[in-house]
Nanobody
């Protein structure tokens, strides 16, 4: 059974950091590009970052460039999103995506 489980979200103050993790089970991440998406209250889901199957190429939406870093560990079947200098507008549920598969998300709230 294919499963993606995100973790690492929480309530933090502006300027703080969080590291999100996505654990895959039921299949190997090897060979797949992986993306992180987010959905803020009342807004559509949007792409945040993605990483190629070999980790050589990454993409970030403009609003997170220089603050977020995506990485992967195929040996551990894990994907990460390091988020630094968080802003209130980063508040959202963050989802891991691989092909047709989605996790249930982890909530990130940035508030003072």
């Amino acid at each position: 059974q294919v499963q993606l489980v995100e973790s690492g979200g929480g309530l933090v103050q502006p300027g703080s950091s969080l590291r999100l993790s996505c654990a895959a089970s039921g299949f190997s991440l090897d060979g797949y590009a992986i993306g992180w998406f987010r959905q803020a209250p009342g807004k559509e889901r949007e792409g945040v970052s993605c990483i190629s199957s070999d980790g050589a190429d990454t993409f970030y939406r403009d609003s997170v460039k220089g603050r977020f870093t995506i990485s992967r560990d195929n040996a551990k079947n894990m994907v990460y999103l390091q988020m630094n200098n968080l802003k209130p507008e980063d508040t959202a549920v963050y989802y891991c995506n691989i092909g047709p598969f989605w996790g249930k998300g982890t909530l990130v709230t940035v508030s003072s």
